[in-house]
């Protein structure tokens, strides 16, 4: 079980990302972030349990960020209960001395770019509407110093989908070994921006397949469970949603939710509340949203890629179609675009043999060998 925590809805970003912006600002206090601490624990007592820091802009609460950890550490030495920790931040309050913490207490923090300085200032600004790409740049660049292995965000929008392969480049260039993708759904994707965005995957599917034939580790979210669905076939299906199962997230007044989007100022969206952490978790509620998320649309059940396709996320359905179970139109029309390119991709590369595309896409053993690899245990 992941239980996010919603330290503040307040941000030091002007981000063009967000769905619903806070109507106001809220943040957690330390008792609330306790108390979240130990809904998570008692809720999964068997397994190590991941507490994730989320905001607005998590970093503005340092402070409540410092007494969970320390919290969850006493914990675990009083009671025995395992943690995990990961914080994602913007990066303009990231510093050295919140990454030595991070270093002392295993805290993995990922950082949100958006690829080259065009690409990232067109959405992530201040709040003066001043550019933050020097800034999170630098940030990024420290960041990678203390964990080589951090991951980067990267949102595409259609303002920056001409830009998408340049900028994923560029954040490979600088040393990410992991980059996850998000499309922004919401915004006005016309049909050029699609044409555009055909270009890019083919473009990309270039940059995958020159690093893997330099042999370079790296993860691209678009299309590494695309290629896992295209070579395991049937036995293998794309990221299903599994609502308010394995992942519940604590507004900043101790309600509880099913997904983070849902969380927006932690006041207004109370539909989608599902307890709190004193009271615990309305089961009758988590598991009717469950159900509802798993239906699938006619037009979903009738499409030849259902098994391959990223439609089931409740929130980003939620987000675009004001339903949990309906999908937009617009990430139909990219998974259509992306599942192509990425199978005739992986058929070159299994025709060249490419040995680093053999071990990543058909060795089980190969998640655990890069992982011992990466920390210098004889393999």
């Given at each position: 079980m992941h239980v996010t925590i919603h330290l503040t809805t307040s941000c030091n970003m002007r981000c063009g990302y967000c769905y619903a912006p806070p109507t106001h600002a809220m943040d957690m206090p330390l008792e609330t972030a306790e108390k979240a601490v130990d809904?998570?624990?008692?809720?999964?007592?068997?397994?190590?349990?991941?507490?994730?820091?989320?905001?607005?802009?998590?970093?503005?609460?340092k402070e409540v960020i410092y007494h969970t950890v320390a919290y969850c550490n006493r914990q675990r030495k009083e009671r025995g209960r395992m943690f995990h920790f990961k914080v994602t931040t913007n990066g303009l309050l990231l510093d050295q001395a919140f990454l030595e913490f991070a270093r002392l207490n295993r805290v993995a923090v990922a950082l949100s770019i958006d690829?080259?300085?065009?690409?990232?200032d067109t959405h992530r600004r201040e709040a003066s509407g001043a550019p933050t790409f020097d800034r999170v740049d630098r940030a990024a660049d420290l960041l990678l110093a203390y964990q080589p292995y951090?991951?980067?965000?990267?949102?595409?929008?259609?303002?920056?989908?001409?830009?998408?392969?340049e900028s994923a480049a560029y954040l490979?260039?600088?040393?990410?070994?992991?980059?996850?993708?998000?499309?922004?759904?919401?915004g006005a994707w016309t049909g050029e921006h699609l044409r555009e965005l055909t270009r890019q995957y083919k473009r990309l599917a270039r940059l995958y397949e020159k690093m893997t034939l330099q042999e370079k580790k790296f993860y691209l979210s678009p299309f590494e469970m695309k290629l896992a669905?295209?070579?395991?076939?049937?036995?293998?299906?794309?990221?299903?949603?599994?609502?308010?199962?394995?992942?519940?997230?604590?507004a900043p007044d101790g309600s509880l939710?099913?997904?983070?989007?849902?969380?927006?100022?932690?006041?207004?969206?109370?539909?989608?509340?599902?307890?709190?952490?004193?009271?615990?978790?309305?089961?009758?509620?988590?598991?009717?949203?469950?159900?509802?998320?798993?239906?699938?649309?006619?037009e979903c059940e009738a499409c030849a890629f259902k098994r391959r396709c990223h439609n089931s996320c409740s929130c980003l359905n939620w987000q675009t179609t004001g339903r949990?179970?309906?999908?937009?139109?617009?990430?139909?029309?990219?998974?259509?675009?992306?599942?192509?390119?990425?199978?005739?991709?992986?058929?070159?590369?299994?025709?060249?043999?490419?040995?680093?595309?053999?071990?990543k896409q058909y060795n089980p053993a190969y998640p655990l060998m890069s992982l011992m690899e990466d920390a210098g245990i004889a393999v």
């Open positions: 809904f998570a624990a008692g809720f999964d007592r068997e397994n190590n349990t991941g507490i994730i820091f989320f905001g607005g802009e998590p970093l503005l609460k690829g080259t300085g065009a690409a990232h951090a991951s980067a965000l990267m949102v595409v929008s259609p303002e920056t989908v001409g830009s998408y392969a490979f260039g600088k040393g990410f070994r992991y980059l996850i993708v998000s499309f922004n759904y919401a669905t295209h070579i395991g076939g049937d036995r293998v299906q794309c990221y299903r949603c599994v609502l308010a199962q394995r992942r519940i997230s604590v939710y099913p997904c983070v989007q849902f969380v927006r100022d932690g006041v207004s969206n109370r539909e989608f509340r599902i307890g709190t952490v004193d009271s615990g978790v309305d089961e009758t509620k988590r598991s009717a949203l469950y159900e509802r998320s798993q239906r699938m649309t006619p949990i179970d309906t999908v937009p139109p617009v990430l139909c029309e990219s998974e259509r675009i992306l599942i192509p390119i990425v199978d005739a991709m992986g058929e070159r590369l299994y025709r060249k043999r490419a040995p680093a595309f053999i071990q």
